[in-house]
């Protein structure tokens, strides 16, 4: 436990001259072009952009499930060749094992490594505990809501102590109210483990909420559009959403993000929806008028 | 870090224990309220069986010819009487045991190899390559065909109705694993490399048991099968056996028997079938509703 709690600084990514293209029958396709990143030790960045643009691609390749076929990603000077529990990652789909108890799946990372089961179990209880599941050590997951699976899946992820922590959507799935809460609770995890995040999501708020940095990325083939600093202070409550900093921030992301989504869709839709339409339908049915 | 931060968003775990026990009559209330449904299933089938017997009985007694000639068919009752005699007699048993004995090899046999090259063909493609055509040929190819062949193959009469058994169970087991296999979620092989996890354990942790549904979905077929295999190959090569015995009830005019024997298949296969699904409860908590 102690050594997951006090890390001397490490953890930083370096992302350099990266782009990642595959193959198709058409030939190459570009997936990311020309995109460098970099997240300092215990910083938290998000990378936002419109659907499609490659940021699961790049946060794949930092955890190295994906090989570049330019550039190179680094984490503390190493170069990343595939996936290590050094680089520690939350799923949008949860990806707990259905066939083990959350105490379980929590301990999987710890087991990996050899340690022994007496002291493994103390570890991941005392992991459960801080997250508030140690209720639910002994259920499998199929029991438990999302919100709860995905807190085991951080907790799961973190257990193992990595430099960094990667996250890929990870609070899509779940209804408004409990993403709150559980961006609450990745926040102050982060703030005690002080370990470097790279967080994925397609909602701004979130981005901005969470992170010290954030990424904005063009569409396909994504490349980094903009970097936003996020000065908020911290620790970072519910009520600053609505000030004005905040909404600032906001509106600036909002429009970046809008450009590259109206280009992702097609490039060529001047206006958004009906409004060129320009029918009054007084109470008639489209089909009628035209 | 301040750590009011951290509590205020802890959330409460939502469980909290009943103040008191209720009471025997209410627990029996909502124990029956919950399980409504099945005890009604219960309720009908005994009926229905119950029905299935009458009209047996009705049938054979008034000797019904409707397209279908009931005039040599035994009675319920007359079944009854055959059994109670069998279930004293050593010889039945021992057919019995017999057949059971060969499934017992046949099926664990089957097993034993189906299962892992299932898992392996699913892991490495060169495997699948080059055993998957083989397999393909092989299967359609019922395994009562196999009769002539297993004779000529094998020393002993009893070592071919093993084989028998065994080929009956084989591919059925086979195919269901190598579905499974195919099936594993790539993100759970992914979340458990992240953890750390080589090769040897994303098979032992991950692919083996994500499998394991199907591998026994493929046992139950596999072991119906079986017994379909078995009481072919006994009632035509064999000299004992539940599937001889049938046959030779026949032969020897005792109608009674051709029917304890049949309902003696029918009962030892539901056994085995329900050995097998209580197997796989045990082996598979998580899927316990």
């Not at chain 1, 970072?236 to 609505?242: G, I, L, T, V, Y």
């Not at chain 2, 968003?9 to 309220?33: E, H, M």
Request: glycine share 8%; aromatic share 8%; net charge positive.
């Amino acid at each position: 436990m102690n050594d997951i709690l006090t890390k001397a600084p490490q953890g930083h990514i370096d992302v350099r001259n990266f782009s990642l293209s595959y193959d198709s029958i058409e030939g190459p396709v570009q997936a990311v072009t020309d995109t460098q990143i970099h997240v300092k030790p215990g910083e938290f960045v998000s990378i936002v952009g419109p659907s499609g643009c490659g940021k699961s691609t790049l946060l794949n390749a930092v955890a190295g499930f994906l090989k570049p076929t330019t550039g190179v990603v680094t984490v503390d000077g190493e170069k990343v060749n595939g996936p290590s529990a050094e680089r520690g990652m939350v799923f949008q789909q949860y990806s707990l094992f259905p066939w083990k108890t959350v105490r379980e799946n929590v301990e999987f990372g710890l087991k990996m490594r050899g340690m022994p089961r007496s002291q493994r179990e103390r570890a991941a209880r005392t992991l459960l505990g801080l997250a508030g599941l140690e209720a639910f050590e002994k259920h499998y997951p199929d029991k438990l809501s999302g919100g709860m699976k995905q807190r085991v899946g951080i907790v799961r992820a973190l257990a193992t102590g990595p430099k960094v922590l990667l996250l890929d959507e990870p609070f899509g799935a779940l209804d408004a109210q409990t993403r709150v809460i559980m961006q609450q609770i990745l926040t102050n995890m982060w703030q005690r483990l002080k370990i470097s995040v790279l967080f994925v999501t397609h909602d701004i708020d979130e981005a901005i909420f969470l992170s010290d940095r954030v990424y904005c990325m063009t569409a396909r083939p994504g490349s980094i559009k903009a970097e936003i600093p996020i000065p908020l202070e911290r620790p970072r409550q519910q009520a600053m959403m609505m000030s004005s900093e905040f909404l600032a921030l906001r509106r600036g992301l909002m429009s970046l993000i809008r450009e590259e989504s109206i280009k992702a869709m097609g490039g060529e839709i001047s206006d958004l929806g009906m409004q060129g339409l320009n029918i009054e339908l007084h109470g008639h049915s489209l089909a009628d008028v035209i | 870090m301040p750590a009011t931060a951290i509590a205020e968003a802890d959330p409460v775990p939502a469980v909290t224990p009943p103040a008191t026990p209720p009471s025997f009559g209410t627990l029996a209330l909502r124990w029956y309220r919950l399980n409504r449904a099945g005890l009604r299933a219960i309720a009908i089938g005994i009926i229905s069986l119950a029905a299935f017997l009458l009209l047996w009985h009705l049938l054979t007694t008034y000797r019904v010819v409707f397209f279908v000639r009931f005039t040599n068919v035994p009675s319920p009752l007359a079944v009854y009487a055959s059994f109670t005699k069998a279930i004293h007699d050593p010889k039945f048993l021992m057919h019995v045991l017999l057949s059971c004995r060969r499934i017992f090899f046949g099926f664990s046999l089957a097993a034993i190899v189906a299962v892992p090259l299932g898992l392996i063909m699913g892991r490495f493609k060169l495997v699948h390559e080059i055993i998957f055509p083989v397999a393909e040929v092989l299967r359609p190819i019922p395994a009562i065909a196999w009769v002539p062949m297993a004779i000529m193959l094998w020393p002993t009469n009893e070592q071919s109705i093993v084989f028998i058994t065994f080929l009956g169970s084989f591919f059925p087991i086979l195919v269901n694993t190598l579905h499974g296999m195919s099936l594993v979620d790539p993100v759970l092989v992914r979340a458990a490399q992240c953890l750390g996890a080589r090769e040897r354990s994303i098979f032992r942790e991950v692919y083996f048991p994500a499998s394991l549904p199907h591998i026994f979905t493929g046992l139950t077929v596999g072991m119906g099968v079986a017994w379909v295999s078995l009481i072919a190959a006994e009632m035509i090569s064999g000299q004992y056996g539940i599937g001889y015995f049938t046959w030779e009830a026949y032969s020897l005019v005792q109608y009674a028997d051709i029917a304890l024997g049949m309902i003696a298949i029918g009962v030892l296969g539901l056994g085995s079938s329900m050995l097998i699904r209580g197997a796989g409860q045990l082996v598979m908590p998580w899927r316990l509703k």
